[in-house]
């Protein structure tokens, strides 16, 4: 099978941030074929953490 390397960047489609270090590549176990998977985008998490603890303290908030 022919083989292509090449290199890349990955940044964050939401905020923007650089992900090269949240990156892992390797190759699948049953097929050995390469794969790259990135990890969410730290900024990012966070605020969708807060986001969601936000919209739960509101609907408790109307519980009440």
């Known amino acids: 099978m022919p083989e292509l390397e090449f290199e890349f960047e990955v940044f964050c489609g939401r905020c923007g941030a650089g992900l090269c270090q949240n990156c892992t590549e ?29 919209q739960r303290k509101d609907e408790e908030d109307k519980e009440l």
Do not use: H, N, Q, W
Not at 44 to 53: H, Q, R, T
């Open 26 to 54: 390797g190759k699948t176990t049953r097929r050995g074929m390469p794969f790259i998977s990135v990890d969410p985008c730290e900024k990012c998490l966070d605020e969708a953490k807060d986001e969601g603890y936000v």
